[in-house]
């Protein structure tokens, strides 16, 4: 049985007591210079504003396949200053001062420069660099959060089945069951949104994409995790529930999807979403579904092979093939 685990261990392991724009003093080793600068810009960020990791692990068969580190910090390099540089066994080292910004950018200005002609092309692509690899391994924590939508994003309970027969004594198998928000995964969902929230952009100013969880509220300046959001939820990942009837001898001799109700309007959603200029998604925490499944049985059916009746959560995608 494949399955993911996200340990959400959101933390600091570094943290700076310096003030806004006030110049941080950091070193980074390479083979090249590049290379070096650039390992220094990122001990400065992480020193100035601190670094989140999360715990990625996958098993499959008892075996783990996949064991990731990630790690996240919410700033760029605004400017720099070369202090030193030295070579020493076929290693450059660099020692510069750096001034680190958050990567909440108000109508997305990168930077102004204090010239009207001449162009600070290094400290551009410092700016531009480092923002964008920040907010990449943004993406790619929410994106190990998405994965797991919907299999660990739902409690799924299922109760006692039960054999019922119509006015004509066609006999049917009804399958009760409650679908709830796993609230371990709407934490963790929520702690990476509290990381890559962009902020209001002003009161005459809209984000491209908001997102809410209950009453906490996410506003986003670029549509990459609004849209990584939208998708993980919708359409072809759309939630589904898998039933599966097996034999004595473990056979599958039934199996089929079904859509919950709140996917068909007839009961409140557990979460909404829209996407017309602006992309906005909402989740309902406190919401749940207690409905029940009917399963026809064919005329003259013998029951006696039978052995199990399951649940499970499923995607639309993944049941395309019952369909």
Sequence with gaps: MKWLLLVACFFLVACSSTTKNSYVRASGEGNTFEEAKNNAFKEAIEYHLGVVIASERESHNDKLTKNEILAYSSGYVNDYKII??????????????????????????????????????????????????????????LQSILNDYPRHAYNLTQG?????????????????YEISWNKNYLNAFNDALKLLDDGRLGLFHTSVGNVSVGNN?????????????????????????????????????????????????????????????????????????????????????NLNNLSSVELSVATKGSCQKFN
């Design 84 to 141: 030193s540089n030295s070579t020493s066994y076929g290693k450059v080292r660099v020692v510069v001062d750096v001034d680190v910004e958050r990567n909440r950018i108000g109508d997305r200005i990168l930077s102004k420069s204090n010239d009207t002609k001449n162009v600070d092309g290094a400290k551009h692509q410092a700016q531009y660099q480092t923002f964008l690899h920040n907010k990449q391994n943004g993406d790619k924590l």
């Design 160 to 176: 006692k089945h039960s054999l019922h027969l119509d006015s004509a004594r066609n006999l049917s198998i009804v399958i009760p």
């Design 217 to 301: 509220k996410y506003y986003f300046n670029d549509t990459f995790a609004s849209n990584n959001i939208l998708d993980a939820i919708s359409e072809h990942n759309e939630v589904r529930l898998l039933l599966t009837v097996r034999d004595i001898s473990n056979r599958i001799v039934y199996s089929d999807c079904y859509m919950p109700e709140f996917t068909r309007g007839i009961r409140s959603s557990m979460y909404e979403y829209s996407y017309v200029r602006v992309i906005r998604i909402g989740l309902f925490p406190a919401r749940s579904e207690n409905s029940k499944i009917e399963i026809k049985m064919r005329p003259n059916v």
